[in-house]
């Protein structure tokens, strides 16, 4: 899913039913749910364990205190 080159990650992923509409424009409450997928999977590759290890089996937490998206046009 990510691509990781040093210094930029990069998360691409087709949008799943659900998630957008017929002309593949994502909703937005779908985005939170794909940047944190995005946020699991940069761990993964820079760090060596998802979250779910880090929070349960190594005990760190990791909380989201504020989120905020701007949209600069479609998400497709």
Known sequence: MGEYSGSVFVYRRRLQW???DAAQIGYT???LDILLEAVDD???HVVGLDWFELSN????GHPC???E???HGPVR
Do not use: I, P, T, Y
């Not at 089996?57 to 760190?60: A, E, I, P, S, T």
């Open 42 to 44: 940069w761990w993964r």
């Open 18 to 20: 659900g998630e957008g």
């Open 29 to 31: 409450r779908s985005q």
């Open 69 to 71: 998206l701007d949209f």
């Open 57 to 60: 089996g190594r005990g760190l």
């Open 65 to 67: 205190v504020h989120v």
